[in-house]
Structure formats: C-alpha cells, structure tokens
C-alpha cells in the first residue's frame, strides 16, 4: 500500500516595493548590473515585453467627437424625442424647458470630459525627447520612448525624467514634484532604504518619478516603472478609465427604466393620437 503523499506547501515570495528595496536587491530583481548597465540586445528584447514608455490615448482631444458623445445617450435621445412632440403639438413653453434641460446638461458633460483629454494630452506631452543611459557600459543617448525597466539612467539638472527610477548615486539632487504630489518646493533626494511599505508617495525620496524635473544635482538611478505603469501613467490611466467607466448596476437599471418609459411613452402617444384620427389640437 502505498502511504499518502505529502501536500506541497505553497511557497509565497513577498515582492517589496522599490523604495523599501536596496541595491543589490534591485539589481536582482531587475536583472542588471549597474556598473555597465544593459546590452543593446537586452533593452531590446525588454521593449518588446514592457512597450514603448509613452501615454497610451487618442492623442488631441477632439471636441466634436466629445459633443457627440454626450448627446448619444439614451436619456438626451429621449428628451429630443420629447422637444420633437413639443414642437409638433406647438407647445412651445415646453419645448424651449426640454431644450433648456438638453443644452444644460450637455454642457457639464462636456467641459468635464475636454477638460479630462486635455489633462490627458498634457501629460502625454510632459516628458524629454531623449535620456542618457549606461549601455553596455557606455554611456549614450536614446529616444525617451526606449527605456526599458533596468536601464541606468543619468540625471542632471534640467532634466525631465523618463521614466520612474530607483536612486542608487545622488549629488545634492532636487526635483520638483508637483504634478504629482503637489508639493510646491523641490524634494532633496536620498538613497537610503526605507522600511515603510505604505510610505506616501511624497516621502519615497530614493525614488525619482516620470515627468518630473531636476531642479538642482545629479544623479544615477535604475529604471523600474516606464509608460503606463509609471505613476504619471496610472494617473493617466485613471482619466482614462473615468472617461470609459463602466456603468454601474444602478446606471443600467436607469437605462433599463428609460427604455421602459420610451416605450410607453411612445405607446401612450400613439393610443392618443389614434383616439383622435391622428388630428392634432393645439389644446
């Protein structure tokens, strides 16, 4: 007989963020090794899995098809029907209420969803055509678009910052952070670990963020973070997402309910009409 295998145990790796990582711990994690930074061969196959490291979107916003947009909705579609029976029956009081109420709230709609794509195509525009990078332990200059998590970046002041990157060699370094955190002074970076794993973004000062820009020092830091994973870009990411949310069970029980009240609106029309030979009385 044979006796009862043992159950594997599951063995859970506990995956720290990079703030709380230190170097050596980084260049393992990212595979790298910061004296000579990647090969061409390397970041190229990293572009390949990671993407390019820019904004994802439709680029600039476009106000016609924004406007469109919020008039295609079941509730605006209703209340033009509504403004079309007004019309027809030559109520014009109620006509011009209904309108009114379309022109309202088409307007809210759409100052906030253009003000969301502009928010969006400046952040696409915030960064630095280019960034120096350690490269086979070169140093060379490469479109921003090809970092790669791993690469050695080089910053010094003036520079916007390509991508999210942990500090591993600062001199006097500042950065100016406000997109971000809002915080209106320069920060003085660091590269000490921190243990805190809930630490505000604000106070992770071994971390240098995308789209940010150094204000005084320089620096050598690895890249762990690039295009929409960064934080600018999960900023990004949420506009998007508030612009294409899903609907909620509530907004899909109202649309359900339109739906139901379009139909009886319309039967309730025709019945009266029909009542009448379809002659239509201005009282």
């Known amino acids: 007989m044979f006796g009862k295998a043992k159950a594997k145990k599951t063995v859970v790796v506990e ?8 170097i050596e711990r980084i260049q393992s ?35 016609f098809k924004i406007l469109i947009r919020q008039l295609a909705n079941l509730m605006t579609l209703i209340l033009i029907a509504a403004v079309a029976i ?40 915030m960064t630095s055509p280019t960034s120096r990078v350690l490269r086979s332990g070169h140093q060379i200059v490469v479109p921003t678009v090809d ?14 910052v390509g991508a999210d990157c942990r500090l591993f060699e600062v ?7 406000a997109l971000l955190t809002g915080e209106a ?7 000490d670990t921190f243990d805190d794993v ?30 929409m994973s960064s934080e600018v870009g999960k900023i990004a990411k949420k506009l998007m997402e508030t612009n ?10 109202l649309d359900k309910m339109s739906w139901v009240l379009l139909g009886v609106a319309i039967a309730s029309m025709l019945i009266v009409f029909g009542a009448n030979k379809f002659k239509i009385k201005n009282e």
């Open 15 to 22: 995956t720290k963020p990079y703030h709380c990582m230190n």
């Open 29 to 63: 994690e990212l595979d790298v090794n910061v004296t000579t930074g990647l090969t061409p061969s390397d970041a190229e196959q990293r572009l390949t899995v990671y993407g390019l490291n820019e904004m994802r979107g439709g680029g600039r916003p476009s106000a």
């Open 86 to 125: 007004a019309f027809a029956i030559k109520d014009w009081i109620e006509a011009g209420v209904v309108i009114g109420v379309i022109v309202l709230n088409t307007a809210v709609g759409f100052a906030q969803e253009f003000k969301a794509e502009k928010t969006m195509d400046s952040l696409r525009k």
């Open 147 to 160: 970092l790669v998590p791993g690469d050695v970046i080089y910053l010094e002041s003036g520079d916007v």
């Open 171 to 177: 001199f006097n370094l500042e950065t100016d952070e």
């Open 185 to 191: 002074l320069p920060i003085p970076k660091t590269v």
């Open 198 to 227: 809930e630490l505000p973004l604000g106070d992770r000062i071994n971390l240098s963020f995308a789209s940010t820009t150094v204000t005084k020092g320089r620096a050598k830091a690895v890249i762990y973070a690039t295009g």
């Open 244 to 253: 294409k949310a899903k609907k909620t069970p509530l907004q899909k029980a």
